[in-house]
């Protein structure tokens, strides 16, 4: 009986792996697994990890551009960022360059990727190539944690609101074009030919999980308004989601410390923030993001 009640709350216990948290409120550590030679039976205990613990961490990875997009592929389909190019070798994988001498940090806001296309990435995986002697850390706001702490009154009142989405709003980048502020930050050559519509899109505020069936916010700093509002009816909204969603008590942070750390977080059901406290040092990521689910949203 004790037994059957242990299974009942508890996890089951990982046998391929060890994963540890690095936060009470998401995040862990996965040990004993080589990304690049992986079997399916770890990568299960894998997968589970990632929507027990939103965002997953593993260092020491030694892989090839072969090997990591072979790992990425095991998520689904790979999606392609609309405003910048990969390698030439391996155009799913994107390169983030931040020099010396550039003074934007890409990421440095918080936000679940690629918010305004019509089916946002499911997840992203980053690959450190080059890091800091100190600094750029990433953080994490677990967006589950965030919505089960709002009155039911606040609920109620979100439930059916839409956000709009925009991947040109020129307030993200203090009034800057995108093509101005990735040159500032040092990609400008990365960019893809301006495009002739902007990528916009309207998802719902809360959105039930595919695989969990969870609720969460679905928020980031792409999200200009809500759909059938105005921007400055919706400020106020969104700045208070904002705050709240990135309540310290929601969040982790991961200290890359050594090349060959990886990343894997859900964009579903949390945001990440990259920290800019590196200026005049040089930091190489390279990241793939994987391909979203078109239901349930």
Known sequence: MAEALRNATEPMPYERIAVKRIAGAMGAEIEGADLAKLDDATFAEIHRAFLEHQAIFFRGQDITPDQYLAFAKRWGGIHFYPYMKGLDSHPEIFELVKTEDATPVFGNRWHSDQMYTPIPAKATMLYAKELPAAGGDTMFANLYLAYDALSDGMKRMLAGLETYNDGENKQRYGGKSRAEWYGAAGMGGKLHAVQDNPVVAEHPLIRMHPET???????????????????EESKPLIAFLMAHATRPEFTCRFRWQAPGALALWDNRCCMHYAVADYAGKRRVMHRITVKGDEAPF
Do not use: V
Not at 213 to 231: C, E, H, P, V, Y
């Open 213 to 231: 069936g969870r609720k969460a916010l679905f928020i980031g700093d792409q999200s200009r308004r809500f759909a059938g509002m105005t921007d």
